[in-house]
């Protein structure tokens, strides 16, 4: 039976609902389910089997307490692993956060919140990263020791630094976003370190190979452009720009969730479904829409990308794998 090669290029909280609904269809086999509804399998039916890459972003990526966080990477982990704290969209369910209590005993109040069992992601990926390990291999084990079966890949095993100019200089994205809480000013966004980093090299042969790539409804300007910047990921897209889809994160003039407005008004772009294919025209030939956004279609159409129109919220389970089912039928 035929393989298909599925790439997902994807952030964090949003990308992780189609990322773990295409898991399931990967774990699913080709055999779908019969209607009885009572099997617990997702309904949705393909006649070959999914192999299944996700490329992460790095350039949330952050030195915290000796420690080295991975949000978009330990996001996509922790969803498809099924520990994922769903209402916050980052760490893990249930956490608690003693140790974070007691650091700011030690060390004063702390913004950033890292859960007790979260901790020990960090713990491990760290103590392999200063033995020499690259972060892609520390990716692969503690993905193995957590029992999923996909490749979850960084984008680059580079640090890469997604950086805000704002009024009050120019700061981590994780500092702008958590400390200020998205409240300051964004001038504009630089992403240090790219020119120099190298592709994951498992990240640029599952882009090579890919039969289709989707770029995940996540935040272009934090999320996707990050990934596209490393540049031999970037030139592997391009290239494969006729197998390449994007859904858009934005409905009507709104992100789906998150600071994407903010970010892409800092870039100059009005906040709407044109200005995602004025961004992605380069790298991607179709870009999915919603429903309600089938006026920009012709535009669209007009600046060389096929338009498809669906329901691309993702409210629960079922909303995943109907996106998921549905990206993988027009490919
Ligand atoms: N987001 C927050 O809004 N506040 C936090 O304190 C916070 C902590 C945190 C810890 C680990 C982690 O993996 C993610 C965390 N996030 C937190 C999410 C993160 O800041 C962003 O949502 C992503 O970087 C954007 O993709």
Do not use: H, T
């Given at each position: 039976m035929h393989e298909m090669h599925v790439v997902v290029l994807s952030g964090g909280t949003g990308s992780v609902k189609?990322?773990?609904?295409?898991?399931?269809?990967?774990?699913?086999?080709?055999?779908?389910?019969?209607n009885c509804g009572c099997s617990g399998r997702s309904d949705y039916k393909h006649d070959e089997r999914i192999h299944l890459s996700i490329v992460c972003n790095v350039g949330d990526n952050v030195w915290m307490h000796g420690l080295y966080i991975c949000p978009d990477i330990d996001t996509i982990v922790y969803g498809l692993a099924g520990v994922l704290d769903r209402v916050r969209g980052w760490g893990i369910a249930y956490d608690t956060f003693n140790?974070?209590?007691?650091?700011?005993?030690l060390e004063g109040e702390q913004w950033f919140m890292l859960g007790d069992r979260d901790m020990a992601m960090h713990i491990v990926?760290?103590?392999?990263?200063?033995?020499?390990?690259?972060?892609?291999?520390?990716t692969g084990y503690v993905c193995s020791k957590l029992g999923i079966n996909a490749n979850v890949l960084p984008a680059s095993d580079d640090h890469v630094e997604t950086r805000m100019v704002t009024d009050r200089g120019e700061m981590h994205l994780q500092?702008?976003?958590?400390?200020?809480k998205g409240t300051l000013d964004v001038n504009g966004v630089v992403y240090r370190?790219?020119?120099?980093?190298?592709?994951?090299d498992d990240a640029l042969h599952?882009?090579?190979?890919?039969?289709t790539i989707i770029i995940a409804p996540a935040n272009p300007v934090s999320s996707i452009?990050?990934?596209?910047?490393?540049?031999?990921?970037?030139?592997?897209?391009?290239?494969?720009?006729s197998r390449c889809i994007a859904v858009s994160p934005i409905v009507g003039s709104s992100p789906v969730s998150g600071p994407a407005a903010k970010y892409m008004r800092a870039l100059g772009y009005d906040v709407n479904p044109v200005s995602i294919a004025c961004m992605y025209r380069e790298f991607a030939s179709r870009l999915v829409i919603h429903g309600t956004d089938e006026h920009y279609a012709d535009t669209i159409r007009g600046m060389g990308l096929d338009v498809y129109t669906t329901d691309i919220l993702m409210d629960d389970e079922h909303d995943e794998l109907r996106?998921?089912?549905y990206l993988l039928s027009i490919r």
């Open positions: 189609l990322a773990r609904a295409l898991y399931r269809l990967e774990q699913e086999g080709s055999v779908g389910r019969s140790c974070l209590a007691q650091l700011a005993l990926r760290s103590r392999m990263l200063r033995e020499g390990r690259r972060l892609c291999e520390v500092e702008f976003w958590v400390r200020y370190g790219v020119e120099n980093a190298r592709a994951c599952a882009v090579e190979e890919a039969d452009l990050p990934i596209l910047a490393v540049k031999e990921l970037g030139d592997a897209v391009r290239r494969a720009r996106l998921a089912s």
